[in-house]
């Protein structure tokens, strides 16, 4: 069966400092992928999704980038962190084919002070 | 682009009380729809969706949800809530050719004894 990790769970950040959050799939080959941010008291935002490696496109203007380096690994950067970038951040993978429904990982909260 | 709106920010609910949750869509083409679960801390469970067929969909954990086409709505609703129930719900839409999710604010079910 698929499973999907995100690490670190919880982050305390100084603004200005950089940041990495990780996705991983197992079981699967191929995935879609997604980062969402669900800031406090809303609803999720599509930040990026992949369809393959280096692809990556990107669904709001901010001050966050994505990677994906390899085929089931997702990356979540930034170069400097500012305090709106504090919220819970969750990872999601669908089937390349067929894959209507997005299955989400257990989240990184993110607090940047 | 598809929008979602749920109806209620917060509801709250007597243990055994049946509980109907609100979602209505706007989409110029067909599409899919979901309804995701998250418990404190936690990321997204999928609890029913619906594709294409019969109208009314059965979920996890006694959730039901009824697509109505002419409405454009996809309403939730259990019949006797529980303790455990008590969650944000979300619900979500794709349209059929872009499996990009757009997703409501969410509605915040507490259940009491």
């Known amino acids: ?113 | 682009a598809q929008s979602v709106t749920q109806l209620d920010s917060q509801v709250p609910v007597f243990e055994e009380a049946p509980v109907e949750l609100r979602c209505n869509y706007s989409s110029s083409v067909s599409v899919y729809l979901f309804w995701y679960v998250q418990y404190p801390n936690q990321g997204l469970q999928l609890l029913l969706k619906y594709l294409s067929g019969s109208t009314l969909v059965k979920g996890i954990n006694g959730f039901e949800a009824e697509f109505n086409k002419s409405q454009t709505s996809f309403h939730l609703r259990k019949p006797s809530v529980h303790i455990s129930d008590t969650a944000e719900y979300f619900c979500a839409v794709s349209e059929t050719n872009d499996y990009k999710l757009s997703f409501g604010a969410g509605t915040t079910v507490t259940v009491r004894a």
């Open chain 1, 1 to 113: 069966s698929q499973t999907i990790h995100q690490w670190p769970a919880t982050l305390v950040q100084p603004v200005g400092s950089p940041l990495s959050l990780e996705c991983t799939v197992e079981g699967t080959s191929n995935p879609n992928l997604y980062w969402y941010r669900q800031a406090a008291g809303r609803g999720l935002q599509l930040l990026f999704y992949s369809v393959g490696i280096g692809q990556i496109s990107s669904e709001v203007p901010q001050n966050l980038s994505a990677s994906r380096p390899q085929d089931r690994q997702f990356i979540l950067s930034s170069k400097k962190l500012l305090l709106s970038d504090s919220g819970f951040y969750l990872c999601a993978w669908t089937q390349i084919r067929g894959g209507e429904t997005q299955y989400f990982g257990p989240g990184t909260r993110l607090l940047v002070l």
